[in-house]
T-cell receptor, first 114, second 110 residues
Framework: DTGVSQDPRHKITKRGQNVTFRCDPI?????LYWYRQTLGQGPEFLTY????????KSRLLSDRFSAERPKGSFSTLEIQRTEQGDSAMYLC????????????FGEGSRLTVL | QKEVEQDPGPLSVPEGAIVSLNCTYS??????FMWYRQYSRKGPELLMY????GNKEDGRFTAQVDKSSKYISLFIRDSQPSDSATYLC??????????FGKGTRLHILP
């Protein structure tokens, strides 16, 4: 399978714990995006990378959130001291170098904070 | 004003009907427009992609962009129960980010 893969698919955690999600993009794609989606809403932009450089981070992203993409390959999204409001689907997507809006999404990582 | 506005529905139509899904966008400078389809508990998948204005057809699906009214549409002909999903419109904004609408939930009734 050469699509975008995300792990884990579902994470249940208690409030205050840290969680980390991993995304493996399509190998020839140099752009990688993280989005958050809650029920009844469209995906909401969090951050994106071009190769290993994090080019933009949404103002909605508190300092409890951090994302990395070492060596421009896979990426991780860490949420520290989780809150119930962090419960959502975290979507990763990748795209080719020319940004025309064609995103290839993974299946998402669903976070439930109790 | 949000960059992309979309009626969340739900929209229920009988099998075989023509479906029309619509969005409006805020900035006339936007050039790239996309429609994504999302099944329940899955990631979105790109359905249609258009640049600038005009129509684009792919099988039963037609995407249309009207830049004069800042309106984008997706038409589905001969709708099937397997078309039941959430349809998300999206655009590439000036900050080089892909911005999504809320999505319209579509139900095709057998």
């Amino acid at each position: 399978d050469t699509g975008v893969s995300q792990d884990p698919r579902h994470k249940i955690t208690k409030r205050g714990q840290n969680v980390t999600f991993r995304c493996d993009p399509i190998s020839e794609h140099n752009r990688l995006y993280w989005y958050r989606q809650t029920l009844g809403q469209g995906p909401e932009f969090l951050t994106y990378f071009q190769n290993e450089a994090q080019l933009e981070k949404s103002r909605l992203l508190s300092d409890r959130f951090s994302a990395e993409r070492p060596k421009g390959s896979f990426s991780t999204l860490e949420i520290q001291r989780t809150e119930q409001g962090d419960s959502a689907m975290y979507l990763c997507a990748s795209s080719r170098p020319a940004n025309t809006g064609e995103l290839f999404f993974g299946e998402g990582s669903r976070l439930t904070v109790l | 004003q949000k960059e992309v506005e979309q009626d969340p529905g739900p929209l229920s139509v009988p099998e075989g009907a023509i479906v029309s899904l619509n969005c409006t966008y805020s900035n006339s400078a936007f050039q790239y427009f996309m429609w994504y389809r999302q099944y329940s508990r899955k990631g979105p998948e790109l359905l249609m992609y258009t640049y600038s204005s005009g129509n684009k057809e792919d099988g039963r699906f037609t995407a249309q962009v009207d830049k004069s009214s800042k309106y984008i549409s997706l038409f589905i002909r001969d709708s099937q129960p397997s078309d039941s999903a959430t349809y998300l419109c999206a655009t590439l904004n000036r900050d080089d980010k892909i911005i999504f609408g809320k999505g319209t939930r579509l139900h095709i009734l057998p």
